[in-house]
């Protein structure tokens, strides 16, 4: 009498995965240092503390006259006599008597003893005096306080931030001219099995050409890693056994996609699980479901994090977007924010089982009313890579949520930004 088959594993749940990955991955340690002109995108190594206080003294927020405020006690009309101009990059180092003001430029130094600026628009001039309500304005009115932005000594941008065009000028306004930087994570990228052809090769029977090669490096480049493109690898011992060895040398991460199902004509799973440690899982989403995840060593003793994605064309995507990029980004030193899911009407019927979460593809607009909705592209099929080209965000319906009916709430992460 044989012994019964064991039962499958249950499913993982994302977040699940997501909690494991978190776990077992940290930054690759490596830096180097750059010139601010090249660190745009580039992940800091360590905090960045500034040197001085921006902006360095008190300054004038536009075009007016500056003044001592205590001249507004009065509440009515007020006239100053103007003894001079303030400009930008020139001090006015003399003192001022009761009932004077400069003119003063945007940016310009705030002289000693002045505390306001009255706009040039609120103001009347003669010869040499302006005159204003002070009923509009109050005392420190238009003045920009040194270390407003930010004080010497205080942290301008932390560990693990990335340096986006907004850090890149916060950081020219502290006179930084270099940067400590994680450096380019390298990440591998082939497709494997015996149907899938490169582009170039005539078409056969029962073969499709490797859609998931351009999507997959794609948005590998858009994360801003070196991509070491290694195309198809065939089906065969032999040729997987190579390219993960090769892959495992020249990388610190490795992403294919195809192979690990239960299928039995793959070899993939066994030459994984042959160099390396390597967990095979079966996620409760749609799409996607199985998933490879481990550490592979090559023949030089060189170690590589291994994804491994479904071959399916959209599952690859989505199975990248909610694991693998999250996961690089860690790798990175990025300690990147969670995605913001908006909330937006459904507008049509969906069947959803609970017990898995679902990631249709979903069209977002404004409705009438100026409401966000949310509808899907149609057919919600792993392999219909068209469904991916006219939705512009996935609707995320969680783990333990039901069917959704029209005028229901779901959550939608849009792909502005990540595609």
Not at 164 to 189: F, I
Not at 371 to 390: F, K
Request: charged share 20%; proline share 7%; aromatic share 4%.
């Amino acid at each position: 009498m044989t012994a019964p088959n064991p039962s499958p594993p249950a499913d993982l749940s994302v977040e699940q995965v997501q909690q494991r990955l978190r776990q077992q991955l940290s930054p690759i340690g490596d830096t180097e240092h750059i010139d601010l002109r090249q660190a745009r995108d580039r992940v800091l190594a360590q905090d960045v503390v500034s040197p001085i206080s921006v902006p360095p003294h008190d300054n004038s927020a536009m075009d007016g006259y500056a003044f001592d405020g205590a001249c507004l006690a009065s509440g009515g009309p007020v006239a100053l006599k103007v003894v001079g101009t303030a400009l930008a990059g020139k001090a006015w180092t003399q003192a001022l008597q009761l009932g004077e003001c400069v003119k003063i430029m945007t940016g310009a130094i705030m002289p000693t003893g002045l505390d306001t600026v009255v706009p040039l628009e609120l103001t009347t001039s003669g010869a040499d005096t302006v005159q204003f309500d002070a009923s509009q304005l109050k005392t420190g009115a238009n003045r920009r306080r040194k270390g407003e932005d930010l004080m010497a000594g205080q942290p301008a941008l932390r560990a693990g931030q990335r340096v986006t065009p907004a850090a890149l000028g916060l950081l020219a306004s502290l006179g930084l001219q270099t940067l400590t930087v994680y450096r380019p994570l390298r990440v591998a990228y082939f497709s494997t099995g015996d149907e899938i052809l490169s582009l170039g090769q005539a078409p056969r029977e029962g073969a499709v050409y490797d859609s998931n090669r351009y999507t997959l490096t794609g948005l590998l480049a858009r994360m801003g890693v070196e991509v070491i493109d290694m195309g198809v690898v065939p089906d065969q011992p032999a040729a997987m056994h190579a390219a993960f060895d090769t892959a495992t040398r020249e990388a610190d991460a490795i992403v294919t996609s195809g192979g690990v199902s239960m299928g039995d004509a793959d070899h993939t799973r066994a030459i994984m699980a042959q160099m390396g440690d390597v967990n095979f899982w079966r996620v409760a989403m749609r799409p996607g479901r199985p998933m490879a995840f481990g550490q592979l060593r090559s023949a030089a003793d060189k170690k590589a994090w291994l994804f491994g994605l479904p071959g399916n064309p959209v599952a690859a995507m989505v199975t990248f977007l909610i694991f693998v990029r999250p996961a690089l980004q860690r790798l990175m030193g990025y300690e990147a924010p969670a995605p913001v899911l908006l909330q937006a009407r459904c507008t049509e019927p969906i069947r959803k089982r609970p017990g898995r979460t679902e990631y249709p593809r979903g069209i977002v607009e404004r409705d009438t009313q100026g409401q966000l909705s949310v509808r899907t592209t149609g057919p919600q099929g792993s392999g219909l890579l068209n469904s991916m080209v006219q939705a512009n965000g996935l609707m995320v319906l969680n783990h333990e949520q039901g069917d959704i009916a029209v005028g229901d709430r779901v959550e939608v992460m849009l792909f502005d930004g990540v595609i």
